[in-house]
Each structure stands twice: as structure tokens, then as C-alpha cells.
């Protein structure tokens, strides 16, 4: 990331799960005050934000996504089990990294025999030309896969 002169760097994010204020040091002597939004955080920190992005819903007709989870099940029950009821999602965000088609339908299927809501798949792992063949012909003709 770069920034132009005299712009302010306010936050910034990545995989990294460690609560950490300010920027680790990035080269001798300069370190950035800028806030630290993980991708990942504590149940109930999630659940309270999801209750006030759902006040946003202007229209039944806007659909509630999940946020995404790459294979943390335990994670997503925990959030939606705290979620009071007005505002559960309507679709389950989730990211699967696999080498086999067979393990890539395994975790999808998973996901949805848990949690009983259609999958949106945010993020998936290709590796070879013939298991991106055939997971996307399976999502195609699969109703509970957006």
C-alpha cells in the first residue's frame, strides 16, 4: 500500500489475528499510528457490530451474508447462536482451500448440512485446470451454492 504526501493512514487489516494497535516497525525508526482491523476477532465483538450493520436493512428484500469463515465451524456456530433472531443472515459466507474436488465438496456440503442456510462462496482454492472443471460445474447445478 502506498499513500500520497500528506495523506493519513487511519487503519489497516490483514490475515494476521493478533490485536496490535499500532504497526509493527517498518523500517528504522518509523512507526505508523494506525488502528488494527482484523480479519479476525472474538465472537461477541462480531455479533454486536453484524446487530448494527443489520439496523442498515432498509427492505426484506436485502439479504444478510455471513461473515466469511475459512473451515472455523465452532467460530460461525458460536456467532450465530448469539445473534438474536431478527437479524440471522440469510446466507452463509464461507472460504474453502483444497487440492480435491471430492475434499472441496466435502467442506461446501459440510457447511450447509451445519448450518442449513445457502452457501455464498467468497474464496476458493484452484490448483489444476480439471478440479476448477469440475467444482464449478458442481456449484453451478448445485441450488444451495450462490
Same mark, same amino acid.
Given at each position: 500500500?502506498?499513500? !500520497? !504526501?500528506?495523506?493519513?493512514?487511519?487503519?489497516?487489516?490483514?490475515?494476521?489475528? #493478533?490485536?496490535?494497535? $499500532?504497526? !509493527?516497525?517498518?523500517?528504522?525508526?518509523?512507526? $505508523?499510528?494506525? &488502528?488494527?482491523?482484523?480479519?479476525?476477532?472474538?465472537?461477541?465483538?462480531?455479533?454486536?457490530?453484524?446487530?448494527?450493520?443489520?439496523?442498515?436493512?432498509?427492505?426484506?428484500?436485502?439479504?444478510?451474508?455471513?461473515?466469511?469463515?475459512?473451515?472455523?465451524?465452532?467460530?460461525?456456530?458460536?456467532?450465530?447462536?448469539?445473534?438474536? #433472531?431478527?437479524?440471522?443472515?440469510?446466507?452463509?459466507?464461507?472460504?474453502?482451500?483444497?487440492?480435491?474436488? &471430492?475434499?472441496?465438496? #466435502?467442506?461446501?456440503?459440510?457447511?450447509?448440512?451445519?448450518?442449513?442456510?445457502? $452457501?455464498?462462496?467468497? &474464496?476458493?482454492?484452484?490448483?489444476?485446470? &480439471?478440479?476448477?472443471?469440475?467444482?464449478?460445474?458442481?456449484?453451478?447445478?448445485?441450488?444451495?451454492?450462490?
Amino acid at each position: 500500500m502506498t499513500l !500520497r !504526501r500528506g495523506k493519513t493512514l487511519t487503519w489497516h487489516y490483514n490475515w494476521n489475528k #493478533n490485536w496490535d494497535k $499500532i504497526l !509493527r516497525q517498518t523500517s528504522p525508526g518509523l512507526r $505508523i499510528d494506525a &488502528e488494527f482491523v482484523p480479519m479476525m476477532s472474538a465472537v461477541a465483538l462480531r455479533t454486536s457490530r453484524w446487530v448494527e450493520l443489520a439496523k442498515l436493512r432498509t427492505s426484506p428484500d436485502q439479504m444478510l451474508v455471513t461473515p466469511a469463515v475459512a473451515s472455523d465451524l465452532d467460530w460461525m456456530k458460536n456467532f450465530l447462536c448469539l445473534l438474536p #433472531n431478527q437479524v440471522k443472515p440469510d446466507y452463509l459466507a464461507v472460504h474453502v482451500y483444497s487440492t480435491t474436488f &471430492e475434499s472441496f465438496r #466435502n467442506q461446501v456440503e459440510a457447511y450447509h448440512r451445519t448450518f442449513g442456510l445457502p $452457501i455464498m462462496l467468497t &474464496e476458493f482454492a484452484m490448483h489444476v485446470c &480439471e478440479f476448477m472443471g469440475q467444482t464449478t460445474s458442481w456449484m453451478d447445478k448445485t441450488d444451495f451454492v450462490m
